[in-house]
């Protein structure tokens, strides 16, 4: 234990110290040449108190910093009567993430895998202004309360995107991967970029009205954001959510499952706890359609009357970091996947719509279900992709237009971004799109 | 401490080296409905480190001091790897060597504010909204952000300059039935605390269009003609344009910086469009950006036509054209990105009357809600609007989103009205940093067609 929780002890009625080490390499290129080589060492510490039942908290870069749990004290005798207590000892389930080899990797490894995999790009299309980045995080973090959490993760990941600027048009294609292992250049990803490339050059307008919409893995969060907006305890505290009470309902399509997945080892962001030191778990947070539980975080959980679902994570739609106060949001999002591929999917589509990102979703009303982006993606025109849209506007409502799904594809893709998740391609039947 | 930091950006075999180091202090106040859920005062602080050697790039962020000397380092050697890579070597533009402090003074700053009067003035605010008629919900945060920070590199550059500003900000839920709406608010920018305190009134009008806004109906999808009220035409000149005026974008797109020679015709002649980092009151203002350059005005659109970018010393180099002081970072854990100060439009002619009168079937389109900007495709929101049907306003609509492509619509400015008006909270995100810093000044524009998402 820390000695800052053993101060603690008898200075404040309890404490929680969060403690995140993060050692990074970054390696850029851009239009096919080394932009920049980055490497970052950072530490950064919340310590939260209750003192004489008041909430309080203070941010630093080490724990060893003079005068943390005096100035969190202080903030204390402002704060608001906390309501609940921080975590208490736990068993954590076990979730390998440190791979030796993936934390070893130096800015040189990763100069290698984003050379290689330009020059396999180039050796295609020798003609795009391609960007490749190659990153490598290891990341070490504590959580321990003075109600006896004792949690301690080491992790390091890997990941690799490339994307480049579509000609004649300001936007561009970006497909990205990562791994807890060394990546090599990755031949399916390089592939499907090409052909996602390829789609872009020539533009095709859809009809306007109510489509069929395809959504790549890439779109998920346009749902799932959503989605995540509706099953947070603040929201159900506040009863501003549209699925407050609704447990056990059917609130999407019977063919949607959604699975918090939060602790599968060798999987992206995978951990054995929660930034509150609460244990993570795995289960369906959508069963067939139907509503089996919410995301809870210590504070919620004691407001509604429940436990922690282990979803604290210090996390906001536009921030997240050591100083972001915890809030209930998605560990690690998993969809199942259907039974053919997303390429039969479009071929049986006569007039429908691929999105694989959409633009504008936080001005949305997404806290009520709603998204209206613009619409990045492609055209499908007879069962082939016909070109890539442009002015197009999408827009619905996950409560109503997800209630049709029609099918899921049997590929996964990981997104990343707003959320961690891994998601099948799913095509809802009808959403409203308009165009010029 | 700049001793030191001189010593060790002084002591490195690079061809040019700079070290920011910041100390940090913020002040946090966060109200979720009637709960206050976070109160926090704490510093922070850490080290940036930049290298240029022998045509290569490299920079690194550290928490702990005492790694500076290591990591600057370590980063020119990085550099050196990384310019062998390269075909075409980087290099600065020539900058003047600025060695001076530039500390910010105003008659009611806010560091000499105690904390309990500034959590007594959120506390207010949240009330007040909290007491109105038909609201669910609200949250209210005193958000306030004091930096110190010292910059030195290897030209001889030593500056000490301060960053001091604060916003109280939130929004405000509204409910009838399963209608729910949400209206934003931000008050002050600066640090005159005189700008947060006494502003009940201008709550009390945000409580009244969340209320309104229960009755609205919500827009219709489809191809219209819009004016964008001040706060409208700021977040679409940033989100749309401004993102593209910054150099470091344009760099490595060969067929967009083709596209965007100065020179290029982007509107009609009333339009003009400037970048100003010495605008009084506004969020964006500053003396020296984070690379150590002066920041100054630049005109970007003059009489529609491509003036002037934003740049950093590299692409001031790169592409030929003056420096402007727009490198920023928002922390010290960050690099500097190109990034605007406070863009604007300059007042044109029209009347806000004659420009609704000029609209037979269309939107008047209130609040900005946000914003994203890809290349030349750009989508925002509305917190509500007004139908205009015959030349006049008519009833207030919700749930609104525009979107289009950046050049047919600059195009498609056909009247600019006769006063501007100021943003009071920054809130830009680019590479991975959100930015208080970045403010707008604006008249409302009428744009003869484009995009309206409804749900």
């Known amino acids: 234990m820390h000695r800052l929780i053993e101060n603690a002890k008898g200075a404040v009625d309890q404490a929680e110290l969060y403690w995140k080490r993060t050692h990074t390499v970054d390696v850029s290129y851009q239009n096919n040449q080394l932009q920049e080589i980055a490497e970052d060492d950072l530490s950064s510490v919340a310590l939260r108190v209750i003192h004489q039942g008041k909430l309080g908290s203070t941010f630093a870069v080490s724990p060893e910093q003079d005068g943390l749990i005096d100035q969190a004290k202080t903030a204390a005798a402002y704060g608001d009567r906390a309501s609940f207590s921080f975590a208490p000892a736990a068993d954590f389930p076990q979730v390998e993430a440190l791979n030796p080899q993936t934390a070893e990797l130096r800015s040189e490894d990763l100069v290698e895998l984003c050379e290689a995999t330009r020059d396999a790009i180039r050796a295609s299309r020798d003609d795009l202004a391609l960007g490749v980045s190659g990153q490598m995080q290891k990341q070490t973090l504590t959580v321990e309360t003075t109600e006896g959490a004792n949690a301690y993760h080491e992790s390091a990941e890997t990941a690799l995107s490339i994307g480049a600027p579509i000609k004649g048009a300001g936007i561009g294609v970006y497909r990205w991967t990562g791994s807890v292992s060394p990546l090599s250049p990755p031949q399916t990803m390089i592939d ?202 999408v827009s619905a409502n996950i409560y109503e237009d997800f209630q049709h799904v029609r099918e899921i594809s049997s590929e996964q893709g990981n997104a990343l971004g707003f959320l961690n998740v891994r998601a099948p391609y799913i095509l809802v039947d009808s959403v409203q799109v308009a165009g010029l | 401490m700049k001793e030191k930091l001189a010593g060790i950006v002084g002591g490195l075999s690079a061809d040019y080296v700079d070290l920011r180091y910041e100390e940090n202090r913020k002040t946090r106040i966060s109200y979720k409905g009637d709960q206050l859920v976070e109160v926090a005062t704490y510093e922070t602080s850490g080290g940036h480190v930049r290298a240029y050697n022998k045509g290569g790039k490299a920079v690194a962020s550290f928490s702990d001091p005492a790694r500076a000397s290591g990591m600057a380092g370590a980063v020119a050697a990085s550099a050196a790897i990384a310019g062998g890579r390269r075909d075409k070597p980087l290099r600065l533009a020539d900058a003047p060597v600025i060695t001076d402090s530039f500390p910010i003074r105003c008659e009611h700053d806010l560091r000499s504010v105690s904390f309990k009067e500034k959590l007594d003035l959120a506390t207010h605010y949240n009330q007040m909204i909290l007491a109105a008629a038909e609201i669910a919900t609200a949250e209210t945060d005193y958000d306030e952000f004091v930096s110190h920070r010292i910059f030195v590199n290897s030209e001889g550059a030593t500056i000490e300059y301060e960053i001091v500003l604060a916003n109280i900000l939130g929004f405000i839920v509204s409910k009838r039935g399963s209608v729910m709406q949400r209206v934003r608010f931000a008050f002050g920018g600066d640090a005159d605390f005189s700008r947060i305190s006494g502003r009940d009134d201008d709550l009390k009008k945000r409580i009244a269009y969340a209320q309104q806004l229960l009755d609205a109906q919500p827009a219709k999808a489809g191809l219209f003609p819009v004016i964008l009220d001040p706060s409208e035409s700021g977040v679409f000149i940033h989100e749309a344009f401004g993102h593209l005026s910054e150099a470091d974008g344009l760099q490595n797109n060969p067929a967009f910086r083709e596209k965007l020679q100065l020179g290029a015709r982007l509107g009609r002649p009333i339009l003009n469009v400037y970048d100003d980092p010495s605008l009084p009151e506004h969020p964006g203002t500053y003396v020296v950006d984070d690379e150590g350059v002066l920041g100054v005005r630049t005109e970007l659109i003059t009489q529609g036509v491509l003036s002037g970018r934003l740049h950093s010393r590299e692409t001031a180099a790169e592409f030929g054209e003056p420096l402007s002081g727009n490198m920023r970072a928002v922390g010290e854990i960050y690099t500097p990105v190109v990034r605007m100060s406070n863009i604007g439009i ?37 917190q509500w609007g007004y139908k205009i049907e015959g030349g006049r306003l008519g009833p207030m609509v919700r749930d609104i989103n525009m979107s289009g492509e950046l050049f047919s619509t600059l195009q498609a400015i056909s009247m600019v009205g006769n006063q501007t008006e100021g943003s009071e909270r920054g809130g830009c995100g680019k590479a991975g940093q959100s930015n208080r810093l970045s403010g707008k000044d604006t008249p409302p524009i009428k744009i003869d067609k484009v995009t309206i998402g409804g749900v």
């Open chain 1, 192 to 393: 499907e970029f090409l052909e996602w490339y390829g789609w872009t050059e020539k533009t095709s307008t859809p009809a306007t009205g109510k489509l069929p919409v395809l959504f790549a893995p890439d779109a998920s969060f346009l749902y799932l954001l959503p989605l995540w907006a509706g099953l947070e305890g603040g929201a159900l505290e506040k009863r501003t959510s549209p699925i407050t009470d609704r447990l056990g309902d059917q609130i999407l399509s019977e063919k949607l499952t959604v699975m918090e997945d939060s602790i599968s080892p060798g999987s992206i962001g995978a951990r054995p706890f929660d930034d509150e030191g609460v244990p993570c778990q795995r289960r369906a947070i959508i069963e067939n359609g139907v509503l089996r539980t919410y995301l809870l975080d210590q504070r919620t959980a004691s407001a509604l009357g429940q436990t922690s679902t282990g979803n604290a994570v210090k996390r906001e739609l536009f921030g997240e970091g050591t100083e972001t106060k915890p809030t209930p949001w998605p560990i690690r999002w998993m969809i199942p996947t259907g039974t053919r591929s997303y390429r039969d999917i479009v071929a049986d589509l006569d007039e429908a719509l691929l999105l694989y990102y959409g633009m504008g979703f936080h001005s949305g009303n997404y806290p009520q279900g709603q998204f209206s982006i613009q619409a990045i993606g492609f055209h499908i025109r007879s069962g082939e992709v016909v070109g890539r849209l442009e002015n197009t506007m």
């Open chain 2, 346 to 382: 300059d007042a044109g002619e029209d009347e806000f009357d004659d420009m609704v009168a000029s609209i037979e079937d269309g939107y008047y389109l209130v609040g900005a809600k946000g914003g994203q900007t890809s290349g030349d495709q750009f989508t925002f929101g509305a």
